[in-house]
């Protein structure tokens, strides 16, 4: 049995059932119009449990022998390196705000950690953080951290 499989596999569990049991306690799962706010988090939360429990039962079946859970050398450096530009990114989000921050977070991982060549990089940070501003800001009408320069 994979240690690490099985850990996480009992714990995503624990809290995928704790998360669909807080979203039918907190909130109706049936309104007087349809649909009420626990429908979302209630199956996404069985969903997350399922997925849990294949990663458990995997880990139960498996007779191959004990692999290392963490990454070693060049892994062990990418993983420090997403680890480090996420919490960069959560640190200095009401400074540098939400699609400035997201187009850098971008940058970082896919030029300095995958080596994406710069054109297809800039394209697509670029990208991405005007379709998070678009979609969160313009369609759905959520305020997102705006940066010190006011954007």
Known sequence: ???????????????????????????????????????????????????????????????????AWLPRGEGLKRLAGVLGATIALVALLNVIGMVLGTALFLIVLMRFLDRTPWPLTLTLAVAVAGINFLVFTRWLGVPMPLSVFGF
């Open 1 to 67: 049995m994979r240690r690490a499989d099985a850990i996480a596999g009992a714990a995503l569990f624990a809290l995928a059932v704790a998360f669909s049991a807080g979203a039918l306690k907190h909130y109706s799962y049936w309104g007087e119009n349809g649909p009420g706010p626990a429908v979302l988090p209630f199956w996404l939360g069985l969903v997350m449990a399922l997925l849990a429990a294949l990663l458990l039962a995997g880990a139960w079946r498996s007779r191959g022998p004990e692999e």
